[in-house]
C-alpha cells in the first residue's frame, strides 16, 4: 500500500509569498493518479489539481503542481488571504486503497 | 453538474448505529461512484470505501470492513452508508464524493458538505 507523507506539517508565510507544498508517496506512484485539495475549517475539501499538475475548473492559475515518481509539489505563487488553509494530495487510481496525505496546514505568518 | 447533499447531524449513544445520506443530482446516478470519507475532529481525511451506483457493488477499506454498509437507492439516486457499533472514535465529519474517472485521471469531486456524527453517552 502507498503512504503519502506531507511537508511541512505547517507553514506559516505572508500574503504575496509563494508557497511551496510536498507530498512524497512511499513508492512510485502514477503521475496520473495524484490530486490535491484544499479544504478550509468547516468546508468539504475542494479539488484543486489532478493528474498532478492539470488545474480543476474555476482554480486560480497561481496554484500548480508538478512531479513525478515518488516526489510530487504544490505550488501556490503569490499567496492570496483566502489561500490560508489546510492541503491534502490524494492517491487517487484504479483501485484502492484512495490513500491521503496527513496534510499541510498553511497558516498566516 | 453533479451536487451532493448529505443528511444532517446526528448525535448517537456507544453502541449505536448511524445512518447517512448521500442524495445526488445533475448526473445520472447510475454512472456514480460513491466513495466515503471521514474526518475525525482535527484530523486528516480517511478513505472508507465506495459504493457503485449502477450494480450496488461496493469496496470496503480494511479499516472499516465490518463495521460499515454501503447501499444505494437508485430510485432516490441517493446512496447511504451505515455505520454499526459506534465507539467515541466514530465521532467525525463523514463525507461522500463522486470519483471521476475517464481514460487518464481520476479525482474525488464533487464533494457532500460533510455529515457530523458526535458519539456520546
Known amino acids: 500500500e502507498i503512504v503519502l507523507t506531507q511537508s511541512p506539517g505547517t507553514l506559516s508565510l505572508s500574503p504575496g509569498e509563494r508557497a511551496t507544498l510536498s507530498c512524497r508517496a512511499s513508492?512510485?506512484?502514477?503521475?496520473?493518479?495524484l490530486a490535491w485539495y484544499q479544504q478550509k475549517p468547516g468546508q468539504a475539501p475542494r479539488l484543486l489539481l489532478y493528474g498532478a499538475s492539470n488545474r480543476a475548473p474555476g482554480i486560480p492559475d497561481r496554484f500548480s503542481g508538478s512531479g513525478s515518481g515518488t516526489d510530487f509539489t504544490l505550488t501556490i505563487s503569490r499567496l492570496e488571504p483566502e489561500d490560508f488553509a489546510v492541503y491534502y494530495c490524494h492517491r487517487c487510481g484504479n483501485s484502492p486503497p484512495y490513500t491521503f496525505g496527513p496534510g499541510t496546514r498553511l497558516e498566516i505568518k | 453538474q453533479v451536487r451532493l447533499v448529505q443528511s444532517g447531524a446526528e448525535v448517537k449513544s456507544p453502541g449505536a448505529s448511524v445512518k447517512i445520506s448521500c442524495k445526488a443530482s445533475g448526473y445520472n446516478f447510475k454512472n456514480l461512484v460513491i466513495h466515503w470519507v471521514r474526518q475525525a475532529p482535527g484530523q486528516g481525511l480517511e478513505w472508507m470505501g465506495w459504493i457503485n451506483g449502477d450494480n450496488g457493488n461496493t469496496k470496503y477499506s480494511e479499516k472499516f470492513q465490518g463495521r460499515v454498509i454501503f447501499t444505494r437507492d437508485t430510485s432516490a439516486s441517493t446512496a447511504y452508508m451505515e455505520v454499526y457499533s459506534l465507539r467515541s472514535e466514530g465521532t467525525a465529519v463523514y463525507y461522500c464524493?463522486?470519483?471521476?474517472?475517464?481514460?487518464?485521471?481520476?479525482?474525488?469531486?464533487?464533494w457532500g458538505q460533510g455529515t457530523l456524527v458526535t458519539v456520546s453517552s
Open positions: 513508492q512510485s506512484m502514477t503521475t496520473n493518479y
Open positions: 464524493a463522486r470519483r471521476y474517472s475517464n481514460y487518464l485521471y481520476n479525482w474525488f469531486d464533487p
